[in-house]
């Protein structure tokens, strides 16, 4: 049932950062689309941020354990995907 914790904060965790990642106001600047509203920044922290704060209240230490392995995971690789490539000289 760990592994059912685990992978069921990380999906709810991945979405956040994805969407977080999607509307970052710097990102959007260095590839030329339009500017979004920071209105849904605040809940979509606390959305990737929830999975962890109930693991942890529900006592499940080892399902926490993984999910703080696999939000660093998560965060690294969206990181790496959604990174503005520079042109090759």
């Not at 999607?22 to 809940?43: F, Q």
């Not at 499940?60 to 042109?87: C, D, K």
């Amino acid at each position: 049932m760990t592994i059912g914790w685990s992978l069921a904060a990380l999906l709810v965790t991945a979405l956040a950062l994805g969407l977080l990642g999607v509307i970052d106001p710097k990102r959007r600047r260095t590839r030329g689309l339009a500017e979004t509203t920071l209105a849904a920044r605040p809940w979509l922290i606390g959305l990737a941020a929830a999975p962890g704060v109930a693991l942890l209240l529900a006592g499940q230490w080892a399902a926490l354990t993984i999910w703080l392995g696999g939000f660093g995971v998560i965060g690294w690789s969206l990181t790496a995907l959604l990174a503005a490539r520079s042109p090759a000289r």
